[in-house]
């Protein structure tokens, strides 16, 4: 079966993938002479690095979502589906979706990565990933419904249980989660369970190697731990999490800790499309690329961002997986297909680091910028001022920017709902 899209005299080009590598492509072929096909499993653009605040009600899924149609509104020679891609027929200029197959000129793989359980059967079913949205809302969802459940809990171990959280990996994303949920524990949360002694809860944070933050500067790191053991985190470093059965972690070295709330920030893979040569897949799932992302062996077949490997003599082990690199990526690359198409050389890419960043709290962020690091208050402003300005549509901004000055004022967001679609009987 062939999907519904028109067929024109225009080279298709089709994205797979509208994260921060295929939306960026997109927008920057959105006025070109080519046919653009986005093609996503979801119908919005997520952004991911404010996930942990959504898991935290500090933001609303919606705020940090945004719509491709509304993207693409006015560009006639975008066609954005909302499917799955399965498999490419690279042979057959071909791809196989959850709509049906689809033709290409050029296909580029803007796939992303997904979380990594290292093959932990007991981690996948019980630990709560946080790699999209949905996702992100279950945490929060998970974490007030242990709080009801507390209230009702007569056996002190269980009610424990149940307000313990344990964070698994201390990169930026559970840094911001432990260090957020650390202020709920002194700010929001007595206001709103006064009958629970929060002397009780434990905000966890578990990493396996020597630092919190490894991939920034040692004074971002230390700094970012004092801050976390400021808040009341108690930070494991080097801590080995063998196991979880949804309500005891057990450790290598220290003591077992008890809890229902496992939130599994340790790792990611490569999403994975059948039908490339296994050559071509590499530590991660990653997918092995030239300097011009195109997949080692294809001529017509790129892969940008996460789930991109390209070396080069700066990043021998691949670039970092982080937003800046697909978006570098998803430039060049739509200059690159231009040039192709007109029978030009393309141009290699080469990632120009913008630094990196991570909130604790409030007042509290570390900043590694290429020529300066610093940290504090001022470092804050910077982090929110940068998050803000990358989030998609001003609506979203607004929004973003009026709930972080009320959460700053008031200290209490009233976001904390459960919301669940009924399940059917
Ligand atoms: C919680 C969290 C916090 C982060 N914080 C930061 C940060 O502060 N700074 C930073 O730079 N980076 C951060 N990152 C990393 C950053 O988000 C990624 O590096 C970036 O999203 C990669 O962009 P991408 O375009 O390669 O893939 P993604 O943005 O992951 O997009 C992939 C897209 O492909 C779609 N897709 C996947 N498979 C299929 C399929 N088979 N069919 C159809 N569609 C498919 C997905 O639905 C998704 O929309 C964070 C990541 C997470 C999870």
Redesign the pocket.
């Given at each position: 079966m062939q999907a519904n899209i028109n067929k024109t005299n225009q080279k298709r080009v089709i994205i797979?993938?509208?994260?921060?590598?295929?939306?960026?492509l997109a927008r920057e072929l959105s006025s070109s002479n080519f046919q653009v096909v986005l093609?996503?499993?979801?119908n919005?653009?997520?952004?991911?690095?404010?996930?942990?605040q959504v898991a935290t009600a500090g933001l609303e899924p919606s705020a940090i979502s945004f719509p491709f149609r509304k993207v693409f509104q006015k560009a006639s020679n975008v066609h954005v589906r909302v499917?799955?891609?399965?498999r490419i027929d690279a042979a057959a200029n071909c791809i196989q979706?959850?709509i049906g197959e689809i033709e290409y000129d050029y296909l580029i793989l803007?796939?992303?990565?997904?979380?990594n359980f290292f093959g932990n059967q007991n981690m996948m079913k019980y630990a709560m990933p946080?790699?999209?949205v949905s996702e992100?809302l279950s945490i929060r969802n998970t974490i007030l419904e242990n709080y009801e459940k507390a209230l009702v809990a007569s056996d002190e171990q269980e009610k424990q249980a149940l307000m313990n959280i344990v964070i698994v990996g201390g990169?930026?994303?559970g840094v911001?989660v432990a260090g957020t949920l650390a202020e709920m524990k002194k700010t929001v949360l007595p206001k709103d369970y006064p009958e629970l002694d929060f002397s009780l809860m434990q905000v966890h944070l578990l990493e396996g190697s020597g630092r919190v933050l490894a991939s920034m500067s040692e004074i971002a790191s230390e700094k970012a731990k004092q801050y976390l053991i400021d808040l009341g985190v108690d930070v494991s470093l080097n801590a080995r999490v063998i196991d979880y059965d949804g309500n005891t972690v057990t450790l290598t070295d220290s003591p077992a800790i008890h809890t229902r709330t496992l939130v599994w920030?340790a790792g990611?893979i490569g999403?994975?499309?059948e039908g490339l040569s296994p050559e071509v897949i590499s530590r991660g799932n990653r997918i092995l690329v030239d300097k011009t992302n195109k997949i080692n062996g294809y001529s017509n077949i790129f892969a940008?961002?996460?789930?991109?490997l390209m070396k080069d003599e700066t990043y021998p082990n691949g670039h970092?997986?982080?937003?800046?690199?697909?978006?570098q990526?998803?430039e060049l690359l739509a200059k690159n297909l231009k040039a192709l198409s007109a029978g030009k050389v393309m141009k290699e890419f080469k990632y120009k680091d913008l630094g990196?960043?991570?909130t604790v709290g409030r007042n509290k962020a570390v900043v590694d910028l290429p020529k300066i690091k610093f940290q504090g208050f001022f470092a804050w402003m910077v982090w929110m001022f940068i998050?803000l300005m990358s989030i998609v549509g001003i609506k979203n901004r607004l929004l973003i920017f009026i709930n972080w000055a009320w959460n700053y004022i008031t200290y209490d967001q009233s976001l904390r709902l459960i919301i669940k679609p009924k399940t059917k009987q």
């Open positions: 797979i993938g509208g994260g921060f590598g295929g939306l960026k093609i996503d499993k979801n919005y653009h997520q952004f991911q690095p404010l996930f942990y499917a799955e891609v399965s979706t959850s803007a796939i992303g990565a997904d979380t946080m790699k999209s992100a990169g930026p994303t911001e920030a990611v999403n994975k499309i940008i961002g996460d789930i991109a970092p997986q982080v937003a800046q690199v697909a978006i990526q998803g990196s960043m991570a998050h």
